[in-house]
């Protein structure tokens, strides 16, 4: 008979910022089903999740991660009311889908505070209680683009290529504390608010979306993109103890997208 429970995150306090949708709001909700006592933190909340949120008990605070005073209140409100923090997910991002010629100094801050210097922050004040405990598990949302050159958004693959080497970085610097930090790099991946805002920007939605699915190999052969819930999985993994030696780690979650070129479907 299956456990569903397992991986058991009972005990274990958890942060997710930009926890009120897509991949943070699957994350969140499903370390919550795993035991875990979850605090969310989101730039805008969601009246749709009131009422999951109170049955899992995963509390909410407003959260801009280009504020380090944000992130910490956050994570010291977690330690506060919870006593300790055990897992951080830096999953709070933007795209970026300007050439260099177009990207404005505000362009920049906005994508680079965001996607980079949130996740540094969030980890700072969250190390310095994973220390005095014993240890910790830190999970970063990067991007395939994180592991591979893009044409269409050269600044948001920079902050993501970042994030990857903020993760080892972190991850080397930080496992004699027992420490670990991993990040994921998923897409196409389907319900956000990013891809959201991209295909309503798009002049075609459906033929957009298709491009997105063309672009990954496994997702044109499903006929769809990846699931929130798909990469949260992921995260659970990582969060557990069946990855108590796994640190420095960059899991693609995109299908196949950044192994290189596919072959061409007759």
């Not at 996607?115 to 310095?128: C, E, I, M, P, Y």
């Not at 994973?130 to 910790?136: D, E, H, L």
């Not at 990954?216 to 103890?241: H, K, N």
């Amino acid at each position: 008979m299956s456990n569903e429970r397992h991986p058991d995150l009972t005990g274990r306090v958890a942060a997710v910022t930009g926890g009120a949708s897509g991949i943070g709001r699957a994350t969140a909700v499903l370390f919550a089903k795993h035991g875990a006592r979850v605090f969310v933190g989101d730039f805008s909340s969601l009246a749709e999740n009131a009422s999951l949120f109170t049955e899992l008990g995963i509390r909410e605070l407003q959260c801009d991660v280009r504020r380090e005073a944000d992130v910490q209140r956050l994570i010291d409100t977690a330690v506060a009311e919870a006593g300790r923090i055990d897992i951080l997910v830096n999953n709070a991002g933007i795209g970026m889908v300007k050439q260099i010629t177009e990207v404005t100094e505000a362009d920049w801050s906005a994508c680079l505070d965001t996607n980079l210097k949130g996740a540094f922050f969030a980890s700072k004040h969250a190390v310095r209680h994973m220390q005095r405990t014993g240890g910790g598990v830190i999970i970063n949302n990067a991007s395939n683009a994180g592991l591979l050159p893009r044409a269409h958004d050269p600044v948001y693959s920079i902050s993501k290529g970042a994030l990857v080497a903020l993760t080892k970085s972190l991850a080397l610097c930080h496992a004699k504390d027992r420490i670990r930090v991993n990040c994921v790099c998923p897409g196409p991946v389907g319900g956000t608010r990013m891809m959201n805002r991209d295909l309503d920007a798009a002049v075609d939605r459906e033929a957009t979306a298709k491009q997105f699915i063309a672009a990954s190999p496994l997702a044109a052969a499903f006929g769809r993109m990846i699931d929130p819930e798909e990469v949260a999985q992921a995260m659970l993994y990582l969060a557990s103890d069946g990855a108590a030696m796994v640190t420095g780690t960059s899991i693609a979650i995109d299908g196949g997208k950044s192994l290189g070129v596919p072959p061409k479907v007759v």
